[in-house]
Nanobody, 124 residues
């Protein structure tokens, strides 16, 4: 069982930066692939960024490549999402999720555990 708690959301102007954190409980944190997803009002939840259990492999949605960076600290049981050059279209609730499979395709339906989300609002 893994419990995930996101933090770091807020209101920021376009072009600004935010750093999201997701703290996890559970002794097997380092064995999970971890992802960030987001959901805007009226839209489906979508993949944003993911990192493998080892931290060696990362993946990003095309819309955030070059602007967002995912990282993890397996000692602190925390995964981060550094978001730079934010745009109004990045406005959404951001969720952290964990996948216990060895390989993941980052489908929301395949994730095993979810946090409750943190709201990011980017003003123009």
């Amino acid at each position: 069982q893994v419990q995930l708690v996101e933090s770091g959301g807020g209101l920021v102007q376009a072009g600004g930066s935010l750093r999201l954190s997701c703290a996890a409980s559970g002794r097997t944190f380092s064995s999970y692939n971890l992802g960030w997803f987001r959901q805007a009002p009226g839209k489906e939840r979508e993949f944003v960024a993911g990192i493998s259990w080892s931290g060696r492999i990362t993946d990003y949605a095309e819309s955030v490549k070059g602007r967002f960076t995912i990282s993890r600290d397996n000692v602190k049981n925390t995964v981060y999402l550094q978001m730079n050059s934010l745009k109004p279209e990045d406005t959404a609730s951001y969720y952290c999720a964990a996948d216990a499979r060895v390989r993941t395709n980052w489908s929301p339906a395949g994730m095993d555990y979810w946090g409750k989300g943190t709201l990011v609002t980017v003003s123009s």
